[in-house]
């Protein structure tokens, strides 16, 4: 038996495969972490891509909000936030006139406790504010785009002089790369601007990693500047979210320069697809389904799907907050089966946070999705067309049962690496 080592929410499973069995270990590149992370950030803030520092740009008595990440990020924004602050201090900014807003999307409030956690003792010196995409009075309609989809934000970002956000750079799903503008366009945005790119026919052209030619990602770009953002700062960060590049500055220039190092680190080819994959899920993406299942999403949307047909996906993560978004979680009970998802979602349409229905089903249609170490019971998974088992190695002994000449792809970190299928691995 060999041992190999899966990240499981705060701890990491030992799995153990027989030897003989063919094992592909997909891992992000190494990358050397940066020693000095503060020191790296006030480098980056005072040498800004394509931007004045922010000192050059705010005058005394304006207004700033800095759009910061919720509870599902981890970076150190602990460090980013200070700095930023001693910057627009520097330049004559009172700390009452700075508001953080927590980028929530259609994510929940965070508590005070996770933000404390999270943040540090800078909670203390400025007002911090979660951003709720339901509450009409906190957001501002600003109109609609080009392509007519509306531009409605968060009433505290939209009325700030000077617009800050904070971010990290990774595969994404949607926008081929999160970090730059998308703070803006979806982390503060109302519920229809979110809803109005999240559809049925939006979903269709997006693939992880794809930037270029990517329609959301050109949404995202369009809407940000119609609201102004004025600075970025964003991170690029291993496995173990230890940080390897920091950017600032114009929030498009300054993005792109760190995906030039996010590929470098996160996208592997690999030879063959596997029949047995498994997607390993670190805290805090751990915490729930609806972030955890995401695990999933670079076994079948990359490029190419590295699960072979009717293959199996399995997914280690305690899931302690539950299903996350409940929305998702009633359109996938609805549904008898895979075909009925993506029929509801088709015709019906669905709200920001219930695409997830969707791109579950899409994923099921290549491949059977297993959930392991997960404190969601057995029944629960089963309705939403998942299946399960108590832990991974019991997991992964039945799919070899089942297939004992089945070839393996292990990838620690499901949620960064990007494995990219070889062209001769057809």
């Given amino acids: 038996m060999k041992s190999y ?38 480098e980056a803030i005072a040498r800004p891509i394509g931007r004045p520092r922010l000192r050059d740009l705010v005058k005394p008595g304006q207004t700033v909000a800095i759009v910061v990440t919720d509870i599902t990020r981890k970076l150190p924004e602990e460090i980013i936030l200070p700095l930023l602050l001693e910057e627009l201090i520097s330049s004559g900014i009172k700390k009452k006139d700075v508001t953080a807003v927590v980028a929530t999307g259609t994510h929940r409030p965070n508590t005070p406790e996770e933000l404390r956690e999270k943040f540090g003792p800078v909670v203390d ?22 392509g007519g989809i509306p531009l409605v934000f968060n009433r505290a970002v939209v009325q700030a002089d000077i617009r800050i956000s904070t971010g990290v750079i990774e595969t994404h799903l949607f926008a081929g790369y999160s970090g730059g503008v998308k703070s803006i366009a979806v982390g503060v945005a109302g519920e229809e601007t979110i809803g109005a790119t999240h559809n049925y026919e939006m979903l269709q052209q997006t693939r992880l990693g794809v930037i270029e030619g990517n329609e959301f990602r050109r949404f995202l770009t ?33 993005f792109h320069e760190g995906v030039k190092v996010a590929r470098d680190l996160y996208e592997v080819g690999i030879d063959r697809p596997g029949e047995i994959v498994v997607s390993g899920v670190s805290y805090p993406k751990s915490r729930d ?48 089966d895979i075909d009925q998802v993506i029929a509801i979602s088709r015709e019906e349409g669905f709200a920001p946070g219930e695409q997830k229905a969707l791109i579950l089903a899409w994923i099921l249609r290549q491949a059977r999705i297993v959930m392991t170490d997960c404190s969601l019971p057995e029944e629960t998974l089963k309705g939403l067309h998942l299946e399960s088992a108590p832990t991974l190695q019991e997991a992964f002994d039945r799919e070899l049962k089942k297939n004992p000449k089945a070839r393996v792809v292990l990838i620690p970190d499901g949620l960064l690496t990007l494995p990219v299928l070889k062209l001769h691995g057809a």
């Fill in 289 to 336: 389904l609806y972030q955890a299942t995401r695990a999933a999403n670079v076994v079948a949307f990359g490029p190419r799907p590295v699960v072979a047909k009717g293959g199996a996906i399995l997914i280690p993560a305690p899931c302690e907050d539950g299903c996350g978004h409940p929305g998702y979680c009633d359109i996938m009970r609805r549904a008898e």
């Fill in 222 to 254: 369009e809407a940000t500047q119609a609201l102004g953002l004025h600075f970025i700062v964003n991170v690029v960060q291993t496995g173990k979210k230890e940080v390897v590049k920091v950017v600032a500055g114009d929030p498009v220039k300054a």
């Fill in 125 to 146: 010196e400025i007002a911090f504010i979660n951003h709720d995409p339901r509450n009409r009075e906190g957001l501002i309609d600003l109109g609609k785009t080009q």
């Fill in 5 to 42: 080592p899966i990240p499981c929410g705060k701890k990491t499973i030992n799995l153990k495969i027989p030897r003989g069995v063919p094992v592909e270990w997909v891992e992000s590149r190494k990358m050397a972490p940066i020693p000095d992370v503060r020191a790296a950030v006030k």
